[in-house]
Structures are given as C-alpha cells and as structure tokens.
C-alpha cells in the first residue's frame, strides 16, 4: 500500500507561481507512473499532468501546457508540479496519484492505484 501526501498549496495572485510536492509515507515512487489530477467546486476531477516511470514521458492537459511543469527526483523520492503564471481557473483541490501501469498519449483517474489526500490552490486577487 502507497499513501502519498501532497504539500505546497496556498493562496497565490493570478500570474503568480506555487510548487507542489508529493512524497510516499512510505515505500517508494520507483516503478511508478505518477500524476496529478485537480478538482474544483462542483466539477469533475481531472487530470493535470503525469510522468512515466522512468520520467522519459510526460502529458498535460491542454489548459496547463506552456505553463506547468511536472518532474520527479527519484533520490529525494518526490514527485513535483511546477506551476507558473496561474489563473483564477486553476482553482482548485490537487491531488497526486500514482500507478503502476504504463504512460500513453493520455491518462485518467482509472490508470492509477493510490492518491493523496489533496493540497488546496487558491488563485485570487
């Protein structure tokens, strides 16, 4: 059993940038295939970005593109999401998850096995 726990969230100004992380509680990322998906009030949750196992591999959606980032540091065992010049549309709850299957042209919450509990992302003036 994974459990991964996600921090970084907060409140940031449109234009403005946060880092989320995740890390396993226990056990390790190794092998996995991870992603982030969000979920705004009374919307369904969607994904976000993944990286493949091996981090040769990544997808977004098409609203992050150009401004989203998603990497792993296998040593420090953290899977990351960089997010910059935000918008007040990327509100919402995020959550990690991780899978262990592979990373095709897309991905859905039914590719992977185990989430976190989710990080709060404000965008507000």
């Known amino acids: 059993q994974l459990h991964l726990v996600e921090s970084g969230g907060g409140l940031v100004q449109p234009g403005g940038s946060l880092r989320l992380s995740c890390v396993p509680s226990?056990?390790?990322?190794?092998?996995?295939?991870l992603g982030w998906f969000r979920q705004a009030p009374g919307k369904e949750r969607e994904g976000v970005s993944a990286i493949s196992s091996n981090g040769g591999t990544t997808n977004y959606a098409d609203s992050v593109k150009g401004r989203f980032t998603i990497y792993r540091d296998d040593v420090q065992n953290t899977v990351y999401l960089q997010m910059n010049s935000l918008k007040p549309e990327d509100t919402a709850v995020y959550y990690c998850a991780a899978g262990l299957g592979g990373l095709g042209p897309e991905f859905e919450a039914d590719d992977f096995d185990y989430w976190g509990q989710g990080t709060q992302v404000t965008v507000s003036s």
């Open positions: 226990g056990g390790t990322l190794d092998y996995y295939m």
